[in-house]
C-alpha cells in the first residue's frame, strides 16, 4: 500500500505535474505547517485559531513570506519558486493584488515540490525562517 504521508516522487514523474498541481499540494502543505504551528503555539482555540490560520494562510501574507526566504533559495528552489510565480491563474481573490497571489502561487509551488521530493527538513527550516523573521518564535 501507497504512504501519502510520506510520498516520494522520481524528479521526472514531478516534473509532469503542473505548477498549479505542485501549487495545489503545496497549499495544503503549507496550511498543515501554519496549524501545526498555531497549535504547538497554544493558540488552540476555536475563533482566534481560525482567524490566526486566516492570517497567516491568506495571499498578501504568503506573498511576503516569499520574498524573505527567496535569497536562501537553492538554483533549483528558485526555478521552481519561478515555475510556480508565471503559472496561468485564471481566478484572483479580491483579498489579494495578481502580483500578490502570484507570489503566493509560487511558494505552494516549491512547498509541493520539496514534499513530494520527500524533502521535510528543507520545508522545515524555510518555514521556521518564514515565521522568525515575521517576529513568531517557531
Same mark, same amino acid.
Given at each position: 500500500m501507497e504512504d501519502y504521508f510520506s510520498l516520494h516522487l522520481e524528479d521526472d514523474q514531478i516534473r509532469a505535474i503542473s505548477s498549479i498541481g505542485l501549487a495545489h499540494l503545496g497549499d495544503a502543505v503549507y496550511e498543515l505547517l501554519v496549524r501545526s504551528y498555531l497549535c %504547538?503555539? *497554544? #493558540? !488552540?482555540? *476555536? /475563533? *482566534? &485559531?481560525? #482567524? %490566526? !490560520?486566516?492570517? &497567516?494562510? #491568506? +495571499? @498578501? %501574507?504568503? +506573498?511576503? #513570506? *516569499?520574498? /524573505?526566504? &527567496? @535569497? =536562501? =533559495?537553492t538554483d533549483e528552489e528558485t526555478a521552481v519558486y519561478k515555475r510556480g510565480r508565471n503559472a496561468h491563474v485564471n481566478t484572483i481573490p479580491h483579498s489579494a493584488s495578481r502580483a500578490d497571489y502570484l507570489k503566493a502561487t509560487a511558494l505552494e509551488c516549491l512547498f509541493g515540490y520539496l514534499y513530494l521530493r520527500g524533502q521535510r527538513d528543507r520545508i522545515n527550516y524555510l518555514f521556521a525562517v518564514m515565521m522568525k523573521e515575521d517576529g513568531h518564535a517557531a
Open positions: %504547538a503555539c *497554544g #493558540r !488552540a482555540t *476555536g /475563533k *482566534g &485559531l481560525h #482567524r %490566526a !490560520a486566516v492570517e &497567516l494562510v #491568506r +495571499a @498578501p %501574507a504568503q +506573498a511576503e #513570506r *516569499g520574498d /524573505k526566504i &527567496l @535569497p =536562501l =533559495l
